[in-house]
């Protein structure tokens, strides 16, 4: 089976694994799939480069911060990039977005990147992202609440979200794209990627609905009593984007490393 980082096309191909599975004939996308209804995902951010180039997602989860995947910011220069949040058509002004600048990215430092030596898995895939001056919190541009660490999300139905692409050979969404998509646990994922499963990953998987590149560091939310949570943060999954489980970075495993970077970051 072929893996591939979920992100922009200079780290394709990023590598393939020993085993070969049939290529599946129908492609899917995050959506498999629907147009989010404009602002109910008022946490996704995108990340772009300067040109206004979208290459990751990302989620807010403090007026100064925004999570998203390591690998997004592998080889990135901070001053480089910007956020964006209010964002649902990428080609639209809407008057809702608000743009802003990076002051600081926080690499998970157990983060080991796509090598060999690891066995290609992506480890701890998580990014911290410090805005320079923090965003207006409003009905468009709201936090996600982290998820409970005493519950696992697995065999749930959740949400992911994101401007990735729509399908192997199509281009990215300008409208945010929505889907429903089950969590499996990680006995399941394993069925397919074997060893390439950690219990820091957390799989989701729909017959006809994958997240694709593009949608790499968008958000993972699923319904808990007060509303939804950040369950996960999209790193990776088949580099056709085809019928198999997607593979998040778990938030609840990464709990504490999160609220040390931004319990202590001078703002709070
Ligand atoms: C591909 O998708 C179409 C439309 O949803 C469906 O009719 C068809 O059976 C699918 N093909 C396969 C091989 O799953
Ligand atoms: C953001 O950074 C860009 C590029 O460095 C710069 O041109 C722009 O003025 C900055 N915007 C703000 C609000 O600081
Ligand atoms: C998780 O469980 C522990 C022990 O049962 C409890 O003290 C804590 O409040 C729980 N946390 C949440 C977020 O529910």
Not at 106 to 116: E, L, Q, S
Not at 219 to 227: A, E, K, Q, R
């Amino acid at each position: 089976m072929q893996i591939i980082i979920l992100c922009f096309f200079h780290l394709l191909p990023a590598f393939i694994a020993a085993d070969n599975y049939e290529k599946d004939v129908n492609k899917s996308r995050i959506s498999g799939g629907a147009s989010a209804y404009p602002y109910d995902f008022p946490w996704q951010a995108s990340i772009q480069y300067q040109t206004g180039y979208h290459f990751c997602g990302g989620a807010l989860i403090d007026a100064y911060w925004v999570l998203t995947a390591a690998h997004c910011m592998e080889n990135q220069q901070a001053n480089e990039l910007r956020v964006v949040l209010g964002e649902h058509s990428l080609s639209v002004i809407e008057d809702t977005e608000q743009y802003r600048n990076i002051s600081r990215i926080v690499i998970n430092p157990f983060f080991n990147g796509a090598r060999p030596e690891f066995n290609y898995y992506l480890p701890y895939d998580l990014a911290l992202l410090e805005l320079k001056t923090p965003v207006d919190l409003n009905y468009v541009v709201k936090p996600i609440p982290l998820a409970d660490p005493n519950q696992s999300y697995s065999k749930r139905v959740c949400v992911v979200t994101g401007w990735g692409k729509t399908g192997v050979n199509a281009d990215g969404a300008d409208i945010l794209q929505m889907a429903e998509i089950n969590t499996l646990d990680n006995y399941a994922c394993r069925y397919t990627w074997r060893y390439y499963i950690y219990y820091g990953n957390i799989c989701v998987y729909k017959y006809g609905v994958t997240p694709c590149q593009g949608d790499s560091g968008g958000p993972l939310v699923c319904l808990d009593t007060n509303g939804y949570v950040l369950a996960g943060i999209s790193s990776w999954g088949d580099i056709d984007c085809g019928d198999h489980p997607s593979i998040y970075t778990r938030i609840t495993e990464n709990l504490a490393w999160i609220h040390d970077v931004i319990d202590n970051d001078g703002h709070h």
